[in-house]
């Protein structure tokens, strides 16, 4: 029987969408150092860099000396971004450790946003379209029984504004109908938003629409930005409007930091935080392999590279206490910063000399409870109104 959930697929993108956006300043030790430290976190796929002109991204000039320094860790596949056949040759140079991505699935792809497409890649909409028929023929020379449709823009412009599901299911129809022409399987779609419009409704929507207009699609992906805040929850729709028999293919950075210079928002782009993602998933109960507290240590060790706090959370608060080693003193003092919320890591220390307005200590019979490794309530045991220490009586005398 299939599972609850797809399989997910993560790929961790700091070293790629989030430096891009950063001071091409920063030192080639300190992004070697993050590298490395990502590699021992459990991470299973994670993105080096890029392999494009430093004169559109000069943060990606030193890209070589990147891959030669670092400590590739077996187990973990690494992987570069590069948009042309001479970035390509630049990647092999170092393959392995790098893994050269070429899908055996070929894909259409199209911008739905003909303004996006002309900033970012100097190509309008119709041109990225006009090649569909050479992408089409050399699949079928080459005999692929299975190929992809997509769109990036998925789900609206900071330029154009809105589009709808309708208009997204036009996109992927169209490029639907070709491949049918050719006798070629669509068996993947991918969704994409550099924008930062996602929204978990209209990710439902698309993946429900898709599978339920071509069953025969099992492989997913959803590249989602942030900057308005819905990253995770549409990921979590993502992987509700799925199941079991399907692939999920996701993407996020260590802090959330992440951006495209095209698209208007600058830094405030930002991606889903990898530390939130994993804390969401394993709340749901799918195992991730992933070690939290190495994963807020490289989310701290980036804060420093950028000088900066980054857009993560469970980096500031830690992840939810639930066992009883990780919670917190009852009798801490007032925690306001976020320097002082580090003592769920760090210890009292981060909250030394902070103020304690208590006159005596803080008591509870449920931490009581707590402590002696109880539950704190028991759906069959007696509740607050029944217990000793409740006040008597319940209910004012007439």
Known sequence: ???????????EEVMREGMQIEDAKIPVSAKVELLDALSETGLKQI???SFVSPKYTPQMAEIDEIVRRFHPKPGVMYTALALNERGVERAKQYAPPLTIVRSKRPQLRVHQCDVFARRNTNRSQMQEMALWPKVIAAAVESGVKEAGIGTNATFGSNFVGDFSVDQTMAFLEKQH??????????????IGDPMGWCHPVKVEDIFGRVKRRWPEINTFSAHLHNSRGMAITSAYAAIKALNGDDTLHLQ?????????PYCGNGRATGMAPTEDFMHMLEGMGIETGV???????CAWMLEKMIGRYAWGHVSRTGPRPIKR???????APFVETIEQAKHFKLGPKAYEGCIYPWDKPITSPYLD??????????????????????PKPMVPAK
Do not use: H
């Open 252 to 260: 996020g950075t260590v802090g959330g930091i992440g951006g495209c």
């Open 1 to 11: 029987m299939p599972g609850r959930y797809p399989t997910i697929v993560y790929t």
């Open 325 to 331: 080693e990780q919670q917190y003193d009852a009798n």
């Open 47 to 49: 993105v080096v860099g």
């Open 291 to 297: 070690d939290l507290d190495k994963l807020i240590a």
């Open 177 to 190: 109908a070709l491949w049918d022409a050719v006798g070629i399987k669509v068996t993947s779609v991918s």
């Open 369 to 390: 409870r707590v402590q002696a490794g109880l539950p704190t309530y028991e759906p069959d045991g007696a509740w607050p109104w029944e217990e000793a220490f409740f």
